[in-house]
């Protein structure tokens, strides 16, 4: 069993920079996938970036490339993700997301989430 708390979310102005981390608790998160997720206002949830167990391998969504980077301390069971050059398009509801299968993108594939903290960027 994994349980999942994200932290670090608030209101940024456009161009600005945010760090969300994802707290874990259960020895399993270190073996699993970890993922960031988010839901923009009456929009659906969507892939943001995810990174294997080990941290060896990562993808991103187009729309975050270059702006954005996923890291994992399993000694800490801790994931982050670093948002640079914020866009009001980027506020949502960001997600942790723990497990995941073949497809890193896939929102089924993850078993485990976390409640959510909200980003707000202001142009």
């Known amino acids: 069993q994994v349980q999942l708390v994200e932290s670090g979310g608030g209101l940024v102005q456009a161009a600005g920079s945010l760090r969300l981390s994802c707290s874990a608790s259960?020895?399993?998160?270190?073996?699993?996938?970890m993922a960031w997720f988010r839901q923009p206002p009456a929009k659906e949830r969507e892939f943001v970036a995810a990174?294997?167990?080990?941290?060896?391998?990562?993808q991103y969504a187009d729309s975050v490339k270059g702006r954005v980077a996923i890291s994992r301390d399993d000694a800490k069971n801790a994931g982050y993700l670093q948002m640079n050059n914020l866009e009001p398009e980027d506020t949502a509801i960001y997600y942790c997301a723990a497990q995941g299968g073949a497809d890193m993108a896939a929102r089924n594939g993850y078993g485990y989430w976390g409640p959510g903290t909200a980003v707000t960027v202001s142009s």
């Open positions: 990174i294997r167990w080990g941290g060896g391998y990562s």
């Open positions: 259960g020895r399993a998160f270190r073996y699993y996938t």
